[in-house]
C-alpha cells in the first residue's frame, strides 16, 4: 500500500465516531482521506489521555503498514525501534531456553516492519493526523446514549452526550473500548462483564536511564529491541523496549478474586510476583507509584456488530476484544479503520449504507476470531502451570534449539506451527481484502440492482405502451 490520492466516492456523508482511542482516530483518518465528514466524541480530555499509565504498544507489519499509507511512516520512525528478536525464559529460575529472531524476507513479503513505542506516542501521531486532515475531534464529552430512529420521512442516528447534546449523523461508529455503552446497545448485553476473568495484566512503562543503573540488566539489549518473556506457573512477564527513552512491562497472573479498580502501586505489584527471577523483581522496583491493571478475558465473538437499523457499526475493542496487553490489539483497530473506509471509498448513494456496515462485519468477523484464537493460545502457553504439558513445553523448546531451530518454531497449534501462525497475521493486508470483496461481490451487487433496474423501467414504458394503445 502507498499513500498516494485517495479517490473520493460520489457520495460523502456524516459519520458519528464514539470513542477517541487508536480505533476511534483511525475511523477519522481513514474516512478523512476519501472525504467523509467525521465527528469523534471522546470522554476524555486529551490532558487525561495523556495522564494515563498506558504503557508501550507493538504494532507488526500488518498494522505498521497502514499507518505508512496514511502518510504516519516518517513520524512514527522517530518515536518507534524495530524489533528483531524474542527471548525466553524460565519464570522462576530465569533459565534461558532460546531466541526466536523475525525473518527479514518474511517481514519484507509482508510489507511492514514490527515497531514498538510508546502508546502515549502513537495516540498523539493518529490524533494530529486526524486533526490535520479536518476530523472534529471533541474531546471531554461522554455519550449517555444514542437514538436510531428509521422514521421513513426523517430518519434520525444520533449520540446524545450526558449535557442532553444531541449530534446527528448518517452513521454512528462505536469505538468505545471494551467496556462499551453501545455494544450492549447493538448485541443486547454486557459482552466484556458477562466474560470469565482469564487473569489479571499489569502494564507500565519504565524510563531506559533508570533500568542502565544496574548492571545485572545490562541483557536488556536496545539494538536489536529484543522482547524478552519470561513463562511461569499461570503467569508471565514481557518487557520490550517501548521507542527510544522507556521500556514496557507487562506483567498476567490469576488472581484469587479480581482486583478493584484499574490502577496499583508498584508495592502491590512486587507483592503479587510471587517466586519470580529476581532480575524480573529489579526491573519492576524502577517502576513509578502507578500502574496500569487491567483484567484480561478471553471473551465469545459478538454476533452482531452492527445494529439492525444498518446505521451503527461496532469497531476496534468493541467489536472484538482481545486480551489487555496483546500483540495484536492495536493493529486490530487500524486494520477495522482501513476496510471501513476502503468500503465507504464506493458510496455512491444512501442504500448502500446498510450493505457496506454489514459486509464489514462480514469481512473483519473470521479475520478478527483467528487473531482472538491466537491471542487466547499465546497467553494460555505463556502461563501453563506446572505440569506434564508445561514440561513438555519446556522440553521442547529446548529441543528445537540443540537441533538449530527458533525457539519457538515448532510448537504446534491447531495443526501448523506457532511460528506460521504469526506468518500468517503479519501478512494479512487490509485494505486488499476490501478490494477483493468490492470486486467479487460489490460490483455483482450494483449490476443486479442496476438490472432490476432497468428491468423496472422497460416494464413501465411497456405498461405505457399498452394504456395508450
Known amino acids: 500500500m502507498s499513500e498516494g490520492e485517495a479517490k473520493h466516492p460520489g457520495l460523502l456523508i456524516d459519520f458519528v465516531v464514539v470513542g477517541g482511542g487508536i480505533a476511534g482516530l483511525g475511523c477519522a483518518i481513514a474516512l478523512r482521506k476519501i472525504g467523509h465528514n467525521v465527528t469523534v466524541l471522546e470522554k476524555l480530555t486529551t490532558e487525561e489521555r495523556y495522564a494515563l499509565p498506558v504503557g508501550g504498544i507493538r504494532i507488526p507489519p500488518n498494522g505498521t503498514k497502514i499507518l505508512s499509507h496514511w502518510g504516519l511512516e516518517e513520524e512514527i520512525k522517530k518515536v518507534s525501534v524495530t524489533s528483531t528478536h524474542i527471548h525466553v525464559h524460565a519464570y522462576q529460575s530465569g533459565h534461558f531456553f532460546g531466541s526466536h529472531q523475525w525473518d527479514q524476507e518474511m517481514l519484507d513479503e509482508a510489507g511492514g516492519e514490527y515497531l514498538f513505542m510508546p502508546h502515549n506516542d502513537l495516540y498523539r501521531i493518529i490524533l494530529d493526523r486526524a486533526t490535520e486532515l479536518g476530523a472534529n475531534i471533541r474531546t471531554g464529552v461522554e455519550v449517555a446514549s444514542v437514538n436510531i430512529d428509521d422514521h421513513e420521512d426523517d430518519p434520525q442516528y444520533t449520540a446524545i452526550l450526558t449535557t442532553g447534546e444531541r449530534i446527528s449523523g448518517d452513521v454512528i461508529v462505536g469505538a468505545d473500548s471494551r467496556w462499551s455503552r453501545l455494544q450492549r446497545f447493538v448485541e443486547g448485553s454486557d459482552v466484556w462483564d458477562n466474560a470469565p476473568l482469564r487473569c489479571v495484566t499489569y502494564h507500565c512503562l519504565i524510563p531506559t536511564q533508570l533500568l542502565d543503573q544496574d548492571p545485572d540488566l545490562s541483557f536488556l539489549d536496545r539494538e536489536g529491541a529484543g522482547v524478552f518473556v519470561?513463562?511461569?506457573?499461570?503467569?508471565?512477564?514481557?518487557?520490550?523496549?517501548?521507542?527510544?527513552?522507556?521500556?514496557?512491562?507487562?506483567?498476567?497472573?490469576?488472581?484469587?478474586?479480581?482486583?478493584?479498580?484499574?490502577?496499583?502501586?508498584?508495592?502491590?505489584?512486587?507483592?503479587?510476583?510471587?517466586?519470580?527471577?529476581?532480575?524480573?523483581?529489579?526491573?519492576?522496583?524502577?517502576?513509578?507509584?502507578?500502574?496500569?491493571?487491567?483484567?484480561?478475558?478471553?471473551?465469545?465473538?459478538?454476533?452482531?456488530?452492527v445494529h439492525p437499523s444498518g446505521r451503527l457499526v461496532l469497531?476496534?475493542?468493541?467489536?472484538?476484544?482481545?486480551?489487555?496487553?496483546?500483540?495484536?490489539?492495536?493493529?486490530?483497530?487500524?486494520?477495522?479503520?482501513?476496510?471501513?473506509?476502503?468500503?465507504?471509498?464506493?458510496?455512491?448513494?444512501?442504500?448502500?449504507?446498510?450493505?457496506?456496515?454489514?459486509?464489514?462485519?462480514?469481512?473483519?468477523?473470521?479475520?478478527?476470531?483467528?487473531?482472538?484464537?491466537?491471542?487466547?493460545?499465546?497467553?494460555?502457553?505463556?502461563?501453563?502451570?506446572?505440569?506434564?504439558?508445561?514440561?513438555?513445553?519446556?522440553?521442547?523448546?529446548?529441543?528445537?534449539?540443540?537441533?538449530?531451530?527458533?525457539?519457538?518454531?515448532?510448537?504446534?497449534?491447531?495443526?501448523?506451527?506457532?511460528?506460521?501462525?504469526?506468518?500468517e497475521?503479519?501478512?494479512?493486508?487490509?485494505?486488499?481484502?476490501?478490494?477483493?470483496?468490492?470486486?467479487?461481490?460489490?460490483?455483482?451487487?450494483?449490476?443486479?440492482?442496476?438490472?432490476?433496474?432497468?428491468?423496472?423501467a422497460a416494464a413501465s414504458v411497456a405498461s405505457l405502451n399498452i394504456s395508450v394503445s
Open 230 to 305: 519470561w513463562m511461569g506457573d499461570n503467569r508471565t512477564f514481557t518487557c520490550y523496549p517501548a521507542g527510544k527513552d522507556y521500556f514496557a512491562l507487562h506483567y498476567s497472573h490469576m488472581p484469587e478474586s479480581q482486583p478493584e479498580g484499574f490502577f496499583a502501586s508498584k508495592e502491590e505489584l512486587l507483592s503479587v510476583l510471587g517466586d519470580a527471577d529476581p532480575r524480573i523483581r529489579k526491573i519492576v522496583s524502577f517502576a513509578g507509584p502507578t500502574i496500569s491493571r487491567i483484567p484480561a478475558k478471553i471473551v465469545d465473538p459478538l454476533e452482531q456488530w
Open 315 to 423: 469497531v476496534g475493542e468493541a467489536a472484538h476484544p482481545l486480551p489487555f496487553g496483546a500483540l495484536q490489539a492495536g493493529a486490530m483497530a487500524l486494520e477495522d479503520a482501513a476496510v471501513l473506509a476502503k468500503l465507504f471509498s464506493h458510496l455512491a448513494s444512501a442504500d448502500q449504507i446498510a450493505p457496506f456496515l454489514f459486509a464489514f462485519q462480514d469481512l473483519r468477523e473470521a479475520r478478527c476470531a483467528r487473531v482472538a484464537t491466537s491471542e487466547a493460545f499465546n497467553l494460555y502457553w505463556m502461563m501453563l502451570p506446572d505440569g506434564a504439558e508445561q514440561r513438555e513445553r519446556d522440553a521442547r523448546m529446548r529441543g528445537n534449539v540443540a537441533e538449530g531451530r527458533t525457539v519457538i518454531g515448532s510448537i504446534e497449534r491447531e495443526g501448523a506451527s506457532q511460528w506460521e501462525s504469526v506468518k
Open 425 to 456: 497475521m503479519f501478512a494479512y493486508d487490509a485494505e486488499d481484502a476490501a478490494d477483493d470483496w468490492w470486486v467479487k461481490w460489490g460490483l455483482l451487487r450494483e449490476a443486479a440492482k442496476q438490472n432490476a433496474l432497468t428491468e423496472d
